[in-house]
């Protein structure tokens, strides 16, 4: 039996440490159709999360995520 690669190219995996590296990627999540260029407002994009968290109040209407984390790089740059 041959085995091919486990997985794709270019694949970045992660370990969510702490609470703000959760919310980081959490943002990273909600924001990824906005900076693909798919709309201009996370919450438009119909299999997005952000309007449940809207809803209850963990972000705030409107929020937009910083583009870089913390140490000035995008993610997946590690």
């Known amino acids: 039996m041959k085995f091919g690669r486990l997985?794709?190219?270019r694949f970045w995996d992660h370990v969510i440490?702490?609470?703000?590296?959760l919310k980081k990627h959490i943002d990273y999540i909600h924001n990824n159709p906005v900076k693909h260029g798919m709309m201009g407002d996370p919450s438009a994009y119909e299999h997005s999360s952000?309007?449940?968290f809207y809803e209850e109040?963990?972000?705030?209407?409107?929020w937009?995520?910083?583009s870089k984390t913390a140490n000035g790089r995008e993610f997946g740059d590690d």
Not at 17 to 21: I, L, P, S, V, Y
């Open 7 to 9: 997985w794709q190219s």
């Open 50 to 52: 952000i309007r449940i």
């Open 57 to 62: 109040g963990i972000f705030p209407s409107g």
């Open 17 to 21: 440490r702490n609470e703000r590296d």
């Open 64 to 66: 937009k995520q910083e």
